[in-house]
């Protein structure tokens, strides 16, 4: 459900921006991380998991496009597609939604021993580390099937969402606490959705081009450089915030150990404030972590693409590399 209303709404302002043309939603399809619901995201261990089968399609010119949640796209894209356009972020912060019988408390005032729900490495390194006294179990499913698990049984006192799914699902009012970058930083793109094409296609990738929202652009180039120069992925519990203020973007970039013991965090800025310049020619498909953005300035994505690198670089020469790999093996074992 969550995927058709994010593909609806890209449709949607493509419409607007192109009324002459028809856009039809050809396909909705299961992807292999929507099929293994009983085993952690993080054991699966496919790079693409919620992508490839739409891929394929894609490979086949059955569809022009497809709409993604830009978290789940690897910092590495096949070779023939590209990531044509990003959208607006919507707030990128996790949210907790409480089973209704701990409607009004935060996490800090739950129970001892209450179990929190969540997929995710990243928010549970965090939070173990935050709030020692509660218990983190893995949640799978959409989220229609995640909240109805937590409304539905007794097993969790409190699960832990993207605020942006929630809000884009029209479940705002579940979101019983917003957790700040100082409790828990949010994964790389999360709250941004991704068009993806086929990378020679000129004429979709001219027309998606136009959905681009600069600010997110460039803020999303660095997050996945940095994921992509730590060689990250679900996996691992790897964080980031950025910030775009007055033409400088701030990156903050962390590592963590899967119980949150041991943890790595660093801010960096640089300037973004370049002109667009008109290059014609070839220079203007050139991929900064699989994505075109014909729109932005060229300069403003090199230098945003070199911060995640030297973000990343900095956690590697204090240790990170051993804290990833110890948190990547003790998962596998799990």
């Not at 952690?40 to 992508?51: C, D, N, Q, R, Y």
Request: glycine residues 6%.
């Amino acid at each position: 459900q969550l995927a058709r209303i994010q593909t609806d709404s890209v449709v949607e302002m493509l419409r607007e921006l192109y009324p002459e043309l028809r856009f039809e939603i050809a396909v909705a399809m299961s992807t292999t991380g929507d099929k293994i619901l009983d085993t952690a995201l993080s054991k699966i261990g496919e790079k693409s998991l919620f992508t490839k089968e739409l891929e394929n399609a894609l490979e086949r010119n059955e569809v022009d496009l497809v709409v993604h949640s830009l978290k789940d796209l690897p910092t590495s894209l096949p070779p023939g597609f590209t990531i044509g356009a990003v959208c607006k972020r919507e707030n990128p912060l996790d949210a907790v939604v409480f089973h209704p019988k701990n409607s009004g408390k935060t996490l800090s005032l739950l129970p001892e021993k209450s179990v929190i729900g969540t997929s995710s490495l990243r928010r549970a390194a965090q939070l173990k580390k935050k709030f020692p006294q509660l218990e983190f179990r893995d949640i799978r499913g959409n989220l229609n099937t995640r909240l109805k698990k937590l409304d539905e049984k007794e097993d969790f006192s409190a699960i832990i969402l993207a605020a942006a799914g929630l809000k884009r699902m029209g479940w705002e009012n579940r979101i019983g606490q917003l957790l700040s970058p100082e409790d828990c930083l949010y994964a790389v793109g999360q709250g941004a959705l991704a068009v993806e094409v086929r990378a020679k296609d000129q004429e979709i990738l001219n027309m998606v081009s136009a959905l681009h929202d600069a600010d997110t652009v460039l803020c999303c180039i660095a997050e996945r450089a940095f994921m992509k120069r730590l060689e990250g992925g679900c996996s691992v519990p790897v964080a980031v915030n950025t910030m775009l203020k007055d033409g400088q973007l701030y990156l903050t970039g962390a590592v963590y150990s899967l119980d949150g013991s041991d943890s790595l965090k660093e801010t960096m800025q640089t300037s973004v404030n370049y002109p667009q310049q008109n290059e014609d020619g070839p220079n203007d498909d050139v991929q900064h972590v699989g994505i075109t953005a014909r729109n932005v300035p060229a300069q403003a994505q090199e230098a945003a693409e070199s911060l995640g690198v030297e973000v990343a670089s900095l956690l590697l020469s204090k240790g990170a590399k051993h804290i990833l790999s110890v948190a990547r093996q003790l998962n596998d074992a799990r």
